[in-house]
């Protein structure tokens, strides 16, 4: 689309588009570890050296509460839980690898959508 810059972007369709990428989030293969908030009393140092948890049922739970004002404030939340994971585990475990597999998916899609929009 050939528009002069300052024209804003079409975000009526944000809401939606926030919906459809959580449900995928939380339906992935690999989510397990993300669905649910890390029980810092059970994970050792974690409440220490994490100062911003997320997971996805805290997202979920914001988007149903109209806590998130557009897309950016929702990608950032999603992007805190892979940041969070990469800062704690190892690249080569498990979970590390779990959120670089769930980041990488989430980047694409929500790339997608945006080019569908
Ligand atoms: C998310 C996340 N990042 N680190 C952990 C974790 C919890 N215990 N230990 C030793 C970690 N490194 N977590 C929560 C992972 C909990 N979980 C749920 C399903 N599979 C793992």
Same mark, same amino acid.
């Given at each position: 689309?050939?528009?002069?810059?300052?024209?804003?972007?079409?975000?009526?369709?944000?809401?939606?588009?926030?919906?459809?990428?959580?449900?995928? &989030?939380?339906?992935?293969?690999?989510?397990?570890?993300?669905?649910?908030?890390?029980?810092?009393?059970?994970?050792?140092?974690?409440?220490?050296?994490?100062?911003?948890?997320?997971?996805?049922?805290?997202?979920?739970?914001? &988007?149903?509460?109209?806590?998130?004002?557009? &897309?950016?404030?929702?990608?950032?939340?999603?992007?805190?839980?892979?940041?969070?994971?990469?800062?704690?585990?190892?690249?080569?475990?498990?979970?590390?690898?779990?959120?670089?597999?769930?980041?990488?998916?989430?980047?694409?899609?929500?790339?997608?959508?945006?080019?569908?929009?």
């Amino acid at each position: 689309k050939q528009e002069s810059p300052r024209t804003a972007r079409d975000d009526s369709k944000d809401l939606a588009m926030c919906r459809i990428l959580l449900a995928e &989030l939380e339906s992935h293969q690999d989510a397990g570890p993300f669905l649910t908030p890390v029980n810092p009393k059970s994970v050792p140092g974690y409440r220490k050296i994490i100062k911003k948890p997320m997971d996805f049922s805290t997202i979920r739970d914001k &988007l149903t509460n109209s806590q998130y004002l557009n &897309l950016e404030t929702f990608i950032i939340d999603v992007n805190l839980v892979f940041d969070n994971c990469e800062k704690f585990n190892e690249d080569n475990s498990v979970i590390g690898r779990a959120g670089h597999t769930m980041r990488r998916f989430f980047q694409r899609r929500w790339t997608e959508l945006l080019r569908q929009n």
